[in-house]
Nanobody, 121 residues
Framework: VQLQASGGGLVQTGGSLRLSCAAS????????MAWFRQVTGNEREIVAVLSQNGVTTSYAAFVKGRFTISRDDGQNTVYLQMNSLKPEDTAIYFC???????????????WGRGTQVTVSS
């Protein structure tokens, strides 16, 4: 499967963005999907995970209650709805996939290009 993230941009504190991860080549229903983010100079950190069944989700504590990961099987796309954005959410956001049924960050071995999210104060 190939992944292409989009939807990033510049938004003010408290605003919202929806990131999209369009998959091609294979159906996303066969993968555990995740969003990661990375600030220059820092390690990449996991943000949200969606299980292969498209039902079970998990979130990093710093986004819980603000971000939602979801999937549209017909569009073969995974989304990250980001609300109540904060300046510290500024980062490059990546979508990733794994064949394994796990939320372990190290398991994700299929990556798309990132999309920049900038939150102004």
């Amino acid at each position: 499967v190939q992944l292409q993230a989009s939807g990033g941009g510049l938004v003010q504190t408290g605003g919202s963005l929806r990131l999209s991860c369009a998959a091609s080549g294979r159906a996303v229903t066969g993968y555990t999907m995740a969003w990661f983010r990375q600030v220059t100079g820092n390690e990449r950190e996991i943000v949200a995970v969606l299980s292969q069944n498209g039902v079970t989700t998990s979130y990093a504590a710093f986004v819980k209650g603000r971000f939602t990961i979801s999937r549209d099987d017909g569009q073969n796309t995974v989304y990250l709805q980001m609300n109540s954005l904060k300046p510290e959410d500024t980062a490059i956001y990546f979508c990733a996939a794994t064949h394994l049924n796990t939320a372990s960050p190290r398991a994700f071995d299929i990556w798309g290009r990132g999309t920049q999210v900038t939150v102004s104060s």
